[in-house]
């Protein structure tokens, strides 16, 4: 296997690296969206500037705004994005999950409505999948949909929705029939967050940070126009979103910082009359960290090389995402246990090692597991369609 970019590809990358040299925020709040709207505006401006590129979308075909580029191409482009730690949250679901699944479904009006928002920065998308009792059996969701005239009324919850307290527009699915079978009842709609009766109350997680919400819709009604799809067929489609969501290039690249970041603070840090490097616990928790960073890049790089050959990855995917998941949990566990005591520190105490990042990332990491496909979920897809062991 040839692991070397082309020429291309590796122009393509220095390109980047220079555009962030004068573009990158100088206060970069990392790829989380907080109830910050100071955070909010870092985000939003920066999709803006990559508008101007035509990189708020690259990897979509230049009639909707892309720039048609190579997955590879948009493998390094993500993979540059990740390494500056760029604040690309604001565009994220819009570039990733919702314009892909209106090109593959969408009718040539949704495209024509929405598409150019998207690649221009100018709206913030949220997913209303989840549901109190609807998690990991999504297909239970009980949120309805009820057809009246030109509309559909809404009516329900929607659980740990990530950024809707900014969002301008969600995807959601609801049930549009009752009787149906529970996967073959379901619509995906695509709503205005300010339409009436619809209202989002926070979830404030254990870092302190609003970053998911409740949504609760109460008699909103939502236009036939805004129905992607076929009617009850909603639940092929939101499969197709998931598929979307679930890439983790973007976690690797991030690992790989850590580790450089963790091994300059014990070259740095004194112990005990030398350095913290130089213990050799350290240094084997260190070789561990880089060793399955590296390989989760390469699960990663896997699942990028069977899309450029234009099969669809599924399995691969899913182990691409349950390693990286409990890979980037691990490296943050070491990262707390080699500071001691000050690893524990919050990020805003003076005293808190590489500025409290290591603290932040194990808390946020434990949510992770849930977010995109719980870690049960993945190994069951790994379990019956990598392995084809039965279902029970």
Known sequence: MDFRFTPQEQAFREEIRDWLKTNLP???????????SENLNVYKMFAQRLATKGWVAPHWPKEYGGLGLSVVEQLV?????AEASAPMGYSTIGTGWVGPT????????????????????DVMWCQGFSEPNAGSDLASLKTSAVRDGDDYVINGQKIWTSGAHYADWMILIARTDPEAPKHKGISYFLVDMKTPGLSTTPLID????????????????????NLLGEENRGWYMAATTLDFERSSIGGAVGAGRMVRELTQYCVDTPWNGHRLIDESRVRSRLSDAAIEA???RLLSYRVITLQSRGAVPNYEASIAKLFNTDMQLRM?????????????????DKYAPLKGRFERQYLWQTGLAVGGGTTEIQKNIIATRGLGLPRQ
């Open 102 to 121: 209106l090109i593959v479904y969408g009718t040539d009006e949704q495209k024509q409505r929405w598409l150019p928002q998207i690649t221009a920065g």
């Open 294 to 296: 590296e390989l989760g």
């Open 206 to 225: 254990m870092m302190d940070n609003h970053a998911f919400n409740e949504v609760f819709f109460d008699n909103v009604r939502v236009p036939r126009a």
């Open 77 to 81: 482009f993500n993979e540059e994005m």
């Open 332 to 348: 943050a566990r070491s990262g707390l246990e080699i500071m001691g005591l000050y690893g524990q520190l919050d990020h805003q």
């Open 26 to 36: 100088d206060h970069t709040p990392g790829d989380r969206m907080s109830g910050d």
